[in-house]
């Protein structure tokens, strides 16, 4: 009978009869899955299924007992966790569906050469995931009920162009002084003049209000000179300098001149603390005031600020990239085995670089920013730091295997010709290294320039910066301007360095 | 005149490459040394221009040990050897009239190599050396532009421009078809006929040694094993070229009849 099982075998793993009986084999592996498939003849499959269960179910109990975390006993935790997370029981249900699967396993490698075990490394797979799943909270219920609420603030950053421009604000006020309290004196009052903006209390002098809600003198508020049919707003600055809009019941007072740009209208002094040392009359100033949107529309603050921030950021790529080129050139020397395997010392220094520009590019940009603005406080400079040093490290290593990778066949040949050392090098090396240099440091540029848009997050200035102050203050639209900048900005720099490198390498 | 006297090459993982290989060139001969891969060809032609550093043994040309010389002697002489690789050796990214006026570096003072200035002799030089082998139009070609015909070609003007007195030829066309291995060593022929200069090359197939060869130099695991002149050559039969050569020796002719060439 002709079967679709392979008849050869894999490996000589194989070939070797089990040492054990399968019923035997079965009944290790119940007791510690895997152990059973080792002592046939699978020793891989049954050291990694052994590895898989046991770091699956390790991981699994400790979820029930982190979600279960005042609880104690089995049947408690067991429950509590499967109220409150769900996936949890499927997890529970598909290590157990695994442990059987390990156990039928063990029973059938024992009685006879098995094939690979895809639906054992299947479900050991679907149950990491599960895992992963519960460990990384994904919570796509959330995801998917909770956009709405997000709309206008992702609206504000998709489409944050009513920020960029501003009008200026006209404000026309006029301003008369009142007493408090009346005196003999009346305090002072100008003249009015031609037609200027003019206010007129009377009385010009009284009592403020008192807590207890009593209201305070009220006066009779007289306005000439205005924009006719403009709207008005009153507001008062107090004697320690503090402006506010005046309240009439609890409501602000917005109402408008007629038609000659005059108004009249009757309000009772507010209530406001005031220290209690005070002695005498004091100074209040009432404004009657008029605002006008006029002029031309311009930049808004946000806009200047984003485009000086991009630029800044640029700039901070460019200078990363420069001083990153500069100091790799010498370290990819030096990590270049082909030219450091002559002697133990070279190939010692060789070793020791080579680690160096590993340790250092593992560390993330970021948190050579955070080390730098420790260093050299806020600002671009840090960023600059971060980035170079990150820059070394990359570009040392990319810049090293492309010396490494050079054809020595020119070398041989410029060396036959009668050239001297510097002529090989400038004649048969450098025209091999300089295509792969460059589009390797076009490449760091991109990444650089990507990189100081977040830079500035911790502080190392640039636009993150402005980002993440705008974020914090859920200004969304003027955090929308500045991902623009980035996405623009990105987009045209993806599309520069690929054409460069299409070109020149 | 050169003879190489006692000539052996050990590598420092301890391969010994060439051992006690003593022979003499004439002037104007176009000597073929034939051999398995591993016995020892490429060494000696590398030995001879010190491409690679004999362990022992003399290099006598013109009067000069040249196994002796260093330093800037050592450059002048190579200035007088040309050389043509298998796989071209060009600087493929450069283009072709760079890699020909590399040829003229040993002549060019080392800062005005560096600055890419070659003067118009040289320039003039290089367009002749183009025209000879019939590549003026790919001068300002990327060099990893042209075929691998033209690009041995270009080799060979590279070779050219240092004036050489002889040409070290090591298996310049074994990376190409029959048709272009005809072409590329009729360039060398005329090269040893027309300048006589002296070629050394290494050969594959045995048409083409009988075909070009003046004398052949067999080499066995890094000794010679055979000699012959172009009489005994064009006599020998395919068996004794495979006694020599081994099973895998083969004429370019019956490849040529399979292409129609």
């Known amino acids: 009978m002709k079967t679709t099982r392979r008849t050869k075998p894999a490996s000589d793993e194989e070939l070797k009869p089990s040492r054990i009986s399968p019923t035997l084999a079965a009944i290790i592996s119940a007791v510690i899955p895997g152990l059973g498939q080792m002592f046939t003849r699978n020793f891989r499959r049954g050291l990694v299924l052994l590895i898989g269960f046991f ?9 029930f007992i982190l979600v279960a975390r005042r609880d104690v006993g089995f049947v408690d935790i067991f429950t509590k966790g499967i109220r409150l997370q769900p996936v949890l029981l499927f997890l529970t249900l598909a290590t157990i569906v695994l442990w059987i699967w390990i156990i039928v396993d063990a029973y059938l490698s024992a009685k006879r050469p098995v094939g690979r075990a895809v639906g054992l490394f299947l479900i050991l797979i679907v149950v990491y995931f599960s895992l992963g799943w519960q460990i990384g909270q994904v919570d796509l219920v959330a995801l998917v009920t909770q956009i709405d609420d997000a709309e206008s603030q992702v609206n504000s950053i998709a489409w944050p162009w009513s920020r960029a421009i501003t009008t200026p604000e006209e404000y026309l006020e006029a301003r008369a002084i009142l007493w408090v309290p009346c005196t003999d004196d009346t305090p002072p009052q100008p003249p009015r003049e031609g037609d200027e903006a003019y206010l007129e209390i009377t009385p010009n002098c009284g009592d403020l209000g008192e807590v207890d809600g009593s209201r305070g003198t009220p006066i009779t508020l007289r306005g000439y000179g205005l924009l006719p049919n403009a709207e008005v707003r009153i507001l008062w600055n107090d004697p320690l300098k503090q402006v506010f809009t005046h309240r009439e019941a609890g409501e602000f007072m917005f109402f408008p001149a007629d038609e000659n740009g005059e108004f009249e209208v009757d309000i009772t002094l507010p209530y406001r603390l005031v220290p209690p040392t005070t002695i005498g009359a004091q100074d209040w100033t009432i404004i009657a005031q008029q605002v006008s949107s006029t002029g031309k529309p311009e930049p808004s603050l946000e ?7 991009m630029i800044e950021t640029i700039f901070i790529g460019m200078m990363a990239t420069l001083f990153g080129i500069i100091l790799a050139i010498p370290f990819s020397f030096l990590a270049a085995r082909n030219l450091m395997s002559g002697t133990r010392i070279t190939l010692v220094i060789y070793y020791l670089v080579r680690m160096v520009l590993n340790l250092v590019r593992s560390i993330e940009p970021l948190i050579w920013a955070i080390i730098f603005v420790i260093i050299v406080g806020l600002g671009p400079f840090a960023g600059i730091l971060a980035l ?18 050079i054809d020595s066949g020119p070398i041989e040949a410029v060396q036959a010709t009668g050239a001297n050392w510097t002529q090989t090098v400038m004649y048969a090396v450098v025209p091999q290294i300089i295509p792969p240099f460059v589009s390797f440091t076009i490449y760091r540029w991109d990444i650089n320039i990507r990189m100081s848009t977040i830079i500035g997050f911790v502080g190392g200035g640039g636009i993150g910066y402005l980002i993440s102050q705008w974020i914090s203050k859920t200004d969304f639209k003027a955090t929308g301007i500045a991902m623009w900048f980035i996405a623009v900005t990105v987009a ?3 599309y520069v360095s690929a054409e460069i490198r299409e070109r020149y390498v | 005149m050169l003879e190489i006297r006692n000539l052996t090459k050990i590598y420092d993982d301890g391969t010994r490459a060439l051992h006690n290989v003593s022979f003499t060139v004439e002037e104007g001969e176009f000597l073929v040394v034939i051999g398995l891969s591993g016995s020892g060809k490429s060494t000696l032609l590398r030995c001879i221009n010190r491409l690679i550093d004999p362990t022992e043994g003399e290099i006598i040309w013109n009067g000069v040990d040249l196994a002796k010389l260093a330093g800037e002697d ?5 200035r007088k050897i040309g050389m043509v690789f298998q796989h071209f050796n060009l600087v493929k990214r450069s283009s072709v009239m760079n890699n020909v006026l590399s040829g003229r570096l040993g002549y060019t003072p080392a800062w005005k190599s560096i600055i890419g200035r070659f003067s118009a002799a040289d320039r003039e030089k290089a367009w002749t050396a183009l025209d000879r082998l019939n590549i003026r139009d790919q001068a ?23 004036e050489p007195e002889m040409i070290l030829a090591d298996e310049p066309v074994a990376s190409l078809d029959p048709v272009l291995a005809h072409s590329i060593l009729r360039y060398l022929e005329k090269l040893n006929q027309e300048d ?15 075909r070009y060869a003046t004398r052949v130099i067999g080499l066995k695991e890094g000794e010679i094993v055979y000699q012959g002149t172009r009489e005994e050559i064009r006599a020998m039969s395919d068996q004794e070229f495979k006694d020599i050569y081994g099973e895998e020796a083969e004429r370019v002719g019956e490849l040529v009849g399979t292409t129609g060439a």
């Not at chain 1, 806009?303 to 921030?309: F, I, P, R, S």
């Not at chain 1, 170079?388 to 990778?405: C, D, M, N, R």
């Not at chain 2, 050592?74 to 190579?78: G, I, P, V």
């Open chain 2, 196 to 210: 006589d200069m002296t070629i050394l090359c290494s050969l594959h197939y045995l048409d083409l040694v009988q």
């Open chain 1, 303 to 309: 806009l200047k600020l984003a485009v000086e921030k």
């Open chain 2, 74 to 78: 050592l450059r002048k002489a190579r």
């Open chain 1, 492 to 494: 045209i720099l993806d």
């Open chain 1, 55 to 63: 770091s699956a179910a390790g991981l699994l109990i400790w979820r």
């Open chain 1, 388 to 405: 170079t040093i990150h820059s070394i490290a990359a570009l040392g290593k990319l810049y090293s295997e492309s010396i490494e990778s």
């Open chain 2, 140 to 162: 300002h070609k990327r060099a990893d532009e042209l075929s691998g015909g033209q690009q041995q070609r270009v080799g060979i003007a590279r070779a050219l421009m240092q």
